[in-house]
């Protein structure tokens, strides 16, 4: 009883076509898809990034091949002013 039967799916379905006509809802439907296909994409750039990464990790003391832009590096001139 707790499951939606056929006839409660047509209901909704028809629902849905008064409230927003028939040629609406193709047209969502295809951005839904459109949308869908670009989120996917996203999400296997992302983990095909994450497995780029260097595979042996750094140890204490070593520095990176190449800094990040938002690492902060002190000149001499600037930690003498800091500590004055």
């Known amino acids: 009883m707790g499951g939606l039967q056929p006839w409660h799916w047509l209901i909704v379905?028809?629902?849905f076509i008064l409230?927003?006509?028939a040629k609406k809802l193709?047209?969502?439907a295809r951005s839904l898809g459109k949308s869908m296909r670009i989120f996917k994409?996203?999400?296997k750039e992302m983990q095909a990034d994450g497995n780029d990464k260097p595979s042996t990790p750094l140890t204490e003391g070593t520095?990176?091949?190449t800094p990040v832009s938002s690492e902060r590096?002190?000149?001499p001139e600037q930690s003498d002013k800091?500590?004055?």
């Open 13 to 15: 379905i028809a629902a």
């Open 19 to 21: 409230l927003f006509g």
């Open 26 to 28: 193709p047209d969502a």
């Open 41 to 43: 994409s996203e999400i």
């Open 63 to 65: 520095a990176p091949a």
């Open 73 to 75: 590096v002190d000149t």
């Open 82 to 84: 800091r500590t004055a």
